[in-house]
């Protein structure tokens, strides 16, 4: 059986069992699971990177932003603290 060590998601290890194939996961604690994100974080930032095309580019983005409110979770924010920081952030550039 291949070895991915992946994060899943999206009901992954059930769409493998319903298909009769086997799988085995394991449940991260929370700074396992922090580490795979910065992990996959950076994996997705490369692709976006590669992105050949805007269509691309719109999916690699799509990935970043969920990786990006998984990792506001384990801050214990949501994703609209982490917005007006980034807006509180903007206005404080624009005045100085």
Not at 13 to 36: F, M, Q, S, W
Not at 52 to 78: C, R, T
């Given at each position: ?5 992946k ?5 992954i ?15 991260l ?6 580490k ?7 994996e ?8 050949q ?6 999916e ?8 990006i ?16 920081i980034?807006?509180d ?5 624009k005045r100085?």
């Amino acid at each position: 059986m291949p070895v991915y060590n992946k994060l899943v998601r999206d009901k992954i290890p059930e769409i493998i069992h319903n298909d009769g194939r086997a799988c085995i996961t394991k449940v991260l604690n929370d700074g396992e699971y922090e580490k795979e994100l910065k992990k996959k974080l950076k994996e997705e930032v490369t692709e976006y990177l590669s992105a050949q095309n805007k269509s691309e580019a719109l999916e690699e983005l799509a990935d970043v932003l969920e990786i990006i409110h998984a990792l506001s979770h384990i801050h214990g924010a949501s994703i609209e603290q982490v917005e007006k920081i980034r807006i509180d952030n903007a206005q404080t550039q624009k005045r100085g």
